[in-house]
């Protein structure tokens, strides 16, 4: 197996068990044991289990960015708001063990916390950006007060619908329906703020996200 491969392996089985096991309980033994590697390749790779998951947020934040760039002055429908929000919940439940114990992973591994906070505030700038084009194409009216507590409620949703899912939902994130539910959660925060046509339009998205979900 070449250099390059064992570094993949190692990433991979990392992820797999980080997301299956939860991190804290998974040790650099566990990790080459299931990659069936010696924990001298392992460490000939990475240092610590904390070098492994800085190169996992790096690979998770690549695929996130390009999801909440979202211009100034964009106008997106309704179906563009759905598909933003399908991946950027379909990304998050592949590196779902960064959001299960934030303050904790946050707290044992350097400089992952200011990255964190720089990663929530483009993400709520994107959201931001978002409820503004409704905004001026006339299919959202709300309040500056109302709208800076819309933003909050929506971060709060999409930081967090991980360990919410975990703590009260009974089967796991594998087929999708938990995701599910927690988009249209996304989008029943905006539709009291949506003019028609698009309260109903995202209001038929809501119900077809619930029914995939059953």
Do not use: C
């Amino acid at each position: 197996m070449t250099r390059r491969n064992t570094r993949e392996l190692i990433l991979q089985t990392s992820l797999n068990l980080f997301n299956t096991l939860g991190e804290p309980a998974v040790t650099t033994n566990h990790i080459a044991d299931e990659a069936d590697i010696s924990p001298g390749n392992l460490y000939y790779h990475f240092n610590s289990k904390q070098d492994i998951i800085v190169e996992l947020f790096k690979r998770f934040v690549a695929q996130f960015d390009p999801i909440i760039d979202v211009p100034a002055d964009s106008a997106l429908e309704a179906n563009d708001l759905w598909f933003q929000l399908h991946l950027s919940f379909e990304i998050k439940g592949q590196y779902r063990f960064l959001y299960r114990n934030l303050a904790d992973i946050t707290g044992r591994v350097p400089d992952l916390e200011r990255a964190f906070r720089a990663l929530f505030h483009r993400e709520r700038q994107a959201a931001g950006e978002i409820l503004a084009g409704l905004e001026r194409r006339g299919a959202l009216k709300i309040e500056p007060t109302e709208r800076e507590l819309l933003l909050g409620n929506l971060m709060l949703v999409l930081t967090y619908w991980i360990p919410y899912a975990d703590q009260f939902v009974t089967h796991g994130m594998d087929d999708g329906s938990v995701q599910t539910r927690a988009i249209a959660g996304v989008l029943q925060l905006v539709i009291p703020y949506l003019r028609d046509p698009e309260r109903e339009e995202f209001s038929a998205l809501t119900r077809a996200y619930l029914e995939h979900a059953d």
